[in-house]
């Protein structure tokens, strides 16, 4: 072979289409991972969007040269680590999470509508997915990376054809070898070729059958294959950080047979082979260039030739290479990659100029027809996709579409990718849409405007709610002068507990005494002691009836409930006999809870790991419940008070029927570690939230499907680190949970919605100071006039301050609905809902200049002009004055005939002043032009249309009084 053969492609050179052909509009995710970010088809493209678990999903070509609709797909409850689409059906998507699932998913034609949920789920695995690929011969075969290990899947049937022999270190990549026989891995140390199906003696070979340490640097590395060549392409760090590129030949597998490497850099690369043209495209998250080889070549090793690359818009976020049949050959466009910033989706093309398809530039490339199934594959078939032609006149016209999945029902309606004078707007999936109109639906009393919905549109779900504002109201509703507060009431209790009369505090001194303090007579308490009740014992939890606010329940460190009466108006003196005390735990209490619908019923929870319900009226105990093993954290009624809920320090949640049995009905994972846990229903009783902790101590939020509990949750949140467990309260009126703990400066709002993404985020409410509890109000305490959605009790350093959140709103004056409960009127009879208030009409939006200048306009000045000219020319029925001077007598007319026959001309032409009765010419007989027989054009006989159009009053209101006001008299 001639090591000087020139390549046939080096020429070629990267072109980026105009501004106008990008696909804008999008804000691309920043989340790390093994993946390439973006990925496409010949009908799609499908990129990392911000939100978390959504994919942007946006068509390859617009219709007729027209703009793209980017929309949104929500995938998962958790980040998206990878995804692929099928080599063979367009239209199949795949996806990986860090929720620990796989799903599959039927993306629609152009212009239809998106899946509303995934067609089938794989797994969930043993930990998150980190890398995907669909084999590239054989149909619903899909190998998938998770850890430290790797399955290969049957798509069809939901399971798992074989799981690879565990690596030693981190997944990194794997690849299948274009003939589908060889699956490559790559994980921190060492670079692995794994036989996994066809082609093995007995087609079930699992196990690695080389390993050979990569690259020196534990960073992320990427492995390829070189098409069915047994040459793979890795690309990673070297020792002294640099990037590099290895290449390595699987017959001589030792070491690298080649080795180049690049820069110095720290975003890792993302390597682009075309096995049709021998092309490599390398691209980072800093910059991007590519480098060409002429083919595979045994000896010497590929050698690089450098091609032009594209200067890189925006931060650098993913590479992806077009499928070839998708390629515009008659531009003789050999590759084109599509780079996502963080703005922009751009396409970049690689062209060799000529002006017409050449054979040798586009030979003929894989098929969309299969070779063979997953079953047949696994068994031994290895078949190879038939090869079709890219001229376009011999190019194929059918399609694949895969039997694994059926087409989803659709929900959302995409827009036609047609010419648009807008920009790009962006329509949400199918769960992200319901979940908008539920929230801004009009039966809430926030409808969105237009604007509001594009935008929406655009930055995907968003909540109603999360302009939310929350401000300390004014000192004048303050408690101060709080002394001897306690601060060791269990982290299970909220530490105070309030109704919208009082407000009850756990103090310091000994006795377990307790403060109550009335909430309507605000300021300063004196110095002095203050009246309180004494419990007898240190509290661990107490709280208010909610159907009778003058009794508290207090729970002992002694195993005894307490049940204190506080007289009318507020304690006079100290309270020493309880109305009654509740005995049958034998170990420390630590939370007590009421029953939300019947009245003298209470549940406790306890050190010796039972539930325990009581009837207040008999005061005894009706039930004890079963199962834990062991700390109780925290217990919650299901809103219609027919289900309880408890979370365990063993890491299960419990779901509860008390009337049907005494053992848990349900069981499923709760949150890791035993720091500490809460949980609350939410979504109308249908869903569990649960607060709690991961393995590194970062505070998180789950949501569980109540009915669901073993399928673990649906989406996790990660807040932040702090050691106090946070403690929820759930708005059902409004849908918004509020989250803080104890020493906490922040409080957390997030509405929560029944589809995903779930959480939608709203602004925080931050003190200047950490507050030792907080705790809300019945939604009677709202100011709804200031259109306050909930009302809360902050206890600080030495004062109890309310904390009011409000939703800003231009008409104040109006009732907005929907924050509201659904039970209760909370508008005052003289607010009027916003639905119902009238219309107002729209301001002009521009304002005449003579407004402010005080000009007038033109009929003003016509009148003027014209009541000017006649008080000059006076009243017409006025003689003349020529007409009162005397003539001559007839005879003296005859004596002068001759006279009259023979002028002198120049008599004629003017006339003796003392002749009698000839008037100077220039006035009579023969007017001068410039006088009376022809005025002059400017003055009177033919007027400027500049002068009539606009009134010109130099022109009109002032004749030359040389022609018209002034006649010459005979004297």
Known sequence: MNRFKASKLRHTEARLPRREAWIGGLRAGSVSSCGNQVKASCQWVAFSAEPTGVLGIVPLEGKDGGKRTVSQLCCHSDVVTDFDFSPFDQLLLATGSADETVKVWRLPE????????????????????????????????????????????????????????????????????????????????????????????????????QSVPGHENNKDSRLLWMGASDCLISVGFSQMREREVKLWDTRKFSGATFTLTLDTSPGAMIPLFDADTGLLVLGGKVRSHGTGGSGVLPAPPLTPQPLPSPPP??????????????????????????????????????????????????????????????????????QQVGKVSLHPARRPTQTFRSPVIAPAAPSTQLPNDGPADSDRSVSTGASAATSLSASTGPSSGFVSSPSQKSLQSILGPSSRFRHAQGAVLHRDTHITNLRGLSLTTPGESDGFCANHQRVALPLLSAGGQIAVLELSKPGRLPDTAVPTIQNGTAVADLCWDPFDPQRLAVAGEDAKIRLWRVPEGGLQDTLREPEAVLQGHTEKIYSIRFHPVAADLLVSSSYDMTVRIWELGAGQEVLCLQGHTDQIFSLAWSPDGRQLATASKDGRLRLYEPRRSPQPQQEGPGPEGGRGARVVWVCGGDFLLVSGFDSRSERRILLYRAQALPDGPLSVLGLDVAPSTLLPFYDEDTGVVFLTGKGDTRVFLYEVTPEPPYFLECNSFTSSDPHKGFVFLRKTACDVREVEFARALRLGQGALEPVAFRVPRVKVAMGAGGMGGAGTDLRPPEMTPVSQAPKEQPARKFVPAAVYLGEKTDEQKKEELLSAMVARLGNRDDPLPQDSFEGVDEAEWVGMVGTWGHWDMGTRGHCDIGTPGCRDMGTQGQGDTTTWGHQDTATWGHWDAATWGQGDTTMWGHQDTATWGHRVTVT
């Open 110 to 209: 152009s212009g239809q509508d998106l899946p509303s949920s995934a067609g089938l789920t794989l797994g969930p695995g043993g930990g998150p997915v980190d890398v995907l690929q669909f084999h590239p011969t054989a149909d619903g075969v899909l190998a998938s990376g998770a850890g430290k290990r790797v399955t290969v899947w049957d798509v069809g049937q939901q399971q798992p054809l074989a799981a690879l022999e565990p690596h030693g270190d981190q997944l990194q990549s794997l690849a299948w070898k274009r003939d589908g026989r060889i699956l490559g891995t790559s994980c921190k140390p060492h670079v692995k070729p794994h036989g996994a199906g066809g082609g093995n003696a007995d087609g079930r070979v699992s196990c690695a059958l």
């Open 313 to 382: 818009h925006g931060c650098p976020r993913g590479l992806a290479a077009v499928p070839r049949l998708a390629l515009d050959v008659m531009a003789c466009e050999v590759l084109r990659v599509l780079q996502l910033t963080d703005t922009f989706l751009v396409p970049v093309s690689y062209i060799v100029p000529r002006k017409e398809f050449h054979e040798d530039l586009f030979p003929d490339c894989a098929g969309v027809l299969p070779a063979t199934d997953a079953q047949a594959w696994w068994a031994g078939d290895s």
